[in-house]
């Protein structure tokens, strides 16, 4: 059973703060991890990827993995409360084929 | 840029009828996943396709079915719906096989069973 956990929040920042999200995963054979962001109603959408470890940094979004730890995070720099969504964590295994979903980080930024 | 279009953006039926979601994948992607995402949930994956072959299943139920096409435009059938199947219906589309397979999410079927 592949678990993808993520806190589910919310969790509130200050505007130009940074925010960290964070989520673990149990399948030691996921090879890519991505981060979507998804407005209430609205589809996700892709922020970023990342399959090595180390940092990846696109814009004021970083993501950082840790395969050893099976950990992954996105940090936000300087928040603005269009950045208000749920992040959800998506972890896939090698063969590309389905994601398993976190349930979510609530993010609300408040001006 | 194209992105991936679905049909229709809302629908709604009752107890027991039929529907049918259409899904047309951004141009060259070979590959198309459904999943479904109730209220205050992840999005639960269900199916997908790879060059018009079934490629991996999830927990769709054996109510539904789904198919690619040649055109790689992909359609989900859900018969007999139930009060449970509300939910909004998300088609994702990506280039296939290999890493990273970056999947791009259409803006979702809205489905009321009355």
């Known amino acids: 059973q592949k678990e993808v956990e993520q806190n589910s929040g919310p969790l509130s920042v200050p505007e130009g703060a940074i925010a960290s999200l964070n989520c673990t995963y149990s399948?030691?054979?996921?090879?890519?991890f991505f981060w979507y962001r998804q407005y209430s109603g609205k589809s996700p959408e892709l922020i970023m990827f990342?399959?090595?470890?180390g940092d990846k940094e696109d814009g004021r979004f970083t993501a950082q993995l840790n395969k050893a730890s099976q950990y992954v995070s996105l940090l936000i720099r300087d928040s603005q409360p269009s950045d208000s969504a749920t992040y959800l964590c998506a972890v896939n295994e090698g063969d590309g084929q389905n994601f398993v979903f976190g349930p979510g980080t609530r993010l609300s930024v408040l001006p | 840029a194209a992105g991936v279009i679905q049909s229709p953006r809302h629908l709604i039926k009752e107890k027991r009828e039929t529907a049918t979601l259409k899904c047309y994948p951004i141009p060259r992607h070979d590959t198309v996943y459904w999943y479904q995402q109730g209220p205050g949930q992840d999005p639960q994956f269900l199916i997908s396709f790879y060059e018009k072959m079934q490629s991996d299943k999830g927990s769709i139920p054996d109510r539904f079915s789904a198919q690619q096409f040649s055109d790689y435009h992909s359609e989900l059938n859900m018969s007999s719906l139930e009060l449970g199947d509300s939910a909004l219906y998300f088609c994702?589309?990506?280039?296939?096989?290999?890493?990273?397979?970056?999947?791009?999410f259409g803006p979702g079927t809205r489905l009321t069973v009355t």
């Open positions: 994702a589309s990506s280039l296939g096989k290999g890493l990273p397979d970056e999947q791009y």
């Open positions: 990342i399959y090595s470890n």
């Open positions: 399948d030691r054979g996921s090879q890519s």
